[in-house]
Nanobody
Framework: QVQLVESGGGLVQAGGSLRLSCAAS????????MGWFRQAPGKGREFVAA????????YYADSVKGRFTISRDNAKNTVYLQMNSLKPEDTAVYAC?????????????????WGQGTQVTVSS
């Protein structure tokens, strides 16, 4: 069981950067693979990035590869999403999620716990 709380969203101009944080409360954070998803208005949830238990493996959606970086600090029970070269199409609510089985997966249905989301708005 884990509680997840995202922070760091906001309004930025195209080409700018933001760093999102996802703080977890729970005793077994390091057992969870973590992912970031986003949902734009009127659209379904979209996979963004995932990271393995130790942080040794990552995976990115093609739409963000080379611009976004997922990382984690298990000592701080926190996962991050560094977003650079932001585009208006990145505008969405970003949520972090945890898979208790430690799978590196793009499938939202395999994640067990979800944060409330944080708004990212990129202006042109």
């Amino acid at each position: 069981q884990v509680q997840l709380v995202e922070s760091g969203g906001g309004l930025v101009q195209a080409g700018g950067s933001l760093r999102l944080s996802c703080a977890a409360s729970g005793r077994t954070f390091s057992n969870y693979a973590m992912g970031w998803f986003r949902q734009a208005p009127g659209k379904g949830r979209e996979f963004v990035a995932a990271i393995s238990r130790s942080g040794g493996s990552t995976y990115y959606a093609d739409s963000v590869k080379g611009r976004f970086t997922i990382s984690r600090d298990n000592a701080k029970n926190t996962v991050y999403l560094q977003m650079n070269s932001l585009k208006p199409e990145d505008t969405a609510v970003y949520a972090c999620a945890a898979d208790k089985f430690g799978r590196l997966t793009t499938n939202e249905k395999q994640y067990d716990y979800w944060g409330q989301g944080t708004q990212v708005t990129v202006s042109s």
